[in-house]
């Protein structure tokens, strides 16, 4: 349910995954929202640990998601009430400011708990909209002229996915399929593109 886990580390050692990581699709949860969610552990004894205590572990991975992904939340207003600004994400305090809520391993920002449920209601419209937004934002400084995957020229009209509120431009859909399977990998290789861009 929702996208692949998104980060490059182990939730419970903080040790990078590597190329086998052990992965889990949550069935018995706390929270029916995380029903169907995947997390990647480095070893089956993180696993075992991590689904002992759900309660505790699923709040303290999503921190970390949301640690992660809030730089490049889109600056604006809450995902549902349009009309109701939302501290910039670059802000202390955008990480207190309303409610910030992982959903399917992806951060969404709200004014409020009625705006929870009323995304909760009609996702896919919401989701398109904030697709939207982040491409629309990220388009303006995003660092490479080629696919992710192929390395190819993605020329003037290349797919634009989002990925842990990221977007990655590829050549094809067999190569944002790819990304969509394995996010911290590429969105690694866009932090590259960067750092490269900074110098």
Known sequence: IGAAYPLATCPVSGK????NPVVAILSETPRASDKG???????????ANFEKDLRTNLPELDKK??????????????????????????????????????????????CCKACVRKFKKN??????????RIIQQQSKSYPLEVC???????????????VA?????????????RVKQNPAQYI???????ANKAK
């Open 16 to 19: 990078p995954l590597g190329t």
């Open 37 to 47: 969610r995947e997390v990647r552990f480095c070893c089956n004894g993180c696993r």
């Open 65 to 110: 998601i949301i640690k992660a992904q809030m730089p490049y939340f889109p600056t604006g207003n809450c995902v549902v009430m349009t009309s109701e600004p939302m501290a910039a994400p670059d802000s202390p305090e955008a990480m207190t400011d309303g409610q910030n809520v992982v959903i399917g391993n992806r951060l969404y920002r709200f």
């Open 123 to 132: 996702q896919e419209k919401y989701d398109e909209m904030l697709m939207e």
């Open 148 to 162: 992710v995957i192929s390395g190819r020229a993605y020329g003037p009209n290349p797919n634009q996915i989002v």
């Open 165 to 177: 509120n990221r977007m990655v431009r590829t050549c094809c859909a067999g190569c944002s399929n």
């Open 188 to 194: 690694a290789v866009l932090d590259r593109a960067n």
